[in-house]
């Protein structure tokens, strides 16, 4: 029995270290997490279309640099964005704020709730980067702030920076979002999607939902098992114990 404590004593000793620059690495991550995700949630550069000028249900009949006259601008984040409105007659550039000028256009309920789970992976990828700095230079409980905190408050960002893009996408294409910030307290003309495509606020979201996936691959490199795999593999063992006796 002494020797097998001696050795299990040593190997914690020896793998110390690597638990400190893997956990230490995690922590630097998850604070970059944290400053990405603010930044990306103020930036007005989420989505970047092109829209086309119609007038009441004709559309434009045009091609090439004729085109190019009835195609207007627009590009737009939670809070704010610019439009540029051309329908031959010359750009008519624009600012505007979502919240609380175009609150009443847009779906108001979802696109609170993505300004939420941006503002829950700000605040959880912080205490997720302050949990890994203390599991890896002090002496954690084994309960939320032990490994179990670390693969919950990870897991829990990588789920709600997934859910920023899922209902971010799901306001811009089923909701058409840019046609009704597009169209509002538009009279004379209708505008309609030409072009979109995601700008990068809303990959910085993605590159912070892979980072999160990556930190829980460095936890388990740590050599912390899964929450329940470590569950199911002591009830194996105390079933064995039990069959002993």
Not at 61 to 71: H, Q, R, S
Not at 94 to 121: E, Q, W
């Amino acid at each position: 029995m002494i020797p097998n404590s001696l050795q299990l004593f040593q190997n914690d000793k020896t793998k110390k270290p690597l638990k400190q620059l893997l956990f230490s690495v995690s922590g630097f991550v998850g604070f970059s997490c944290a400053l990405t995700a603010a930044v990306a949630t103020g930036l007005p550069f989420w989505i970047n279309g092109t829209m086309l000028c119609r007038t009441g249900a004709e559309l434009v009949n045009a091609t090439g640099p004729e085109l190019n006259k009835f195609l207007g601008e627009l590009s737009y984040g939670l809070f704010q964005g610019e439009r540029v409105k051309q329908c031959g007659l010359g750009g008519r550039p624009s600012r505007f704020s979502v919240i609380p000028d175009l609150l009443s256009a847009v779906p108001a309920g979802v696109h609170v709730t993505v300004i939420f789970f941006c503002g829950a992976v700000i605040l959880l990828s912080s205490v997720a980067s302050g949990f890994f700095f203390f599991n890896a230079f002090g002496r954690p409980y084994k309960t939320l702030q032990g490994p179990m905190g670390l693969y919950l408050w990870t897991s829990i960002c990588c789920v709600c920076s997934c859910l920023v893009m899922i209902l971010f996408a799901s306001e811009v294409k089923l909701h058409h979002l840019s046609e009704r910030i597009a169209n509002f307290n538009e009279v004379n003309f209708v505008f309609q999607t030409y072009k979109e495509r995601y700008d990068r606020s809303f990959w910085l979201f993605f590159l912070v939902f892979l980072l999160h996936g990556v930190n829980v691959l460095l936890i388990r490199l740590a050599g912390i098992q899964f929450p329940f795999q470590e569950s199911k593999e002591l009830e194996l063992t105390g079933g064995a114990a039990d069959l002993m006796y």
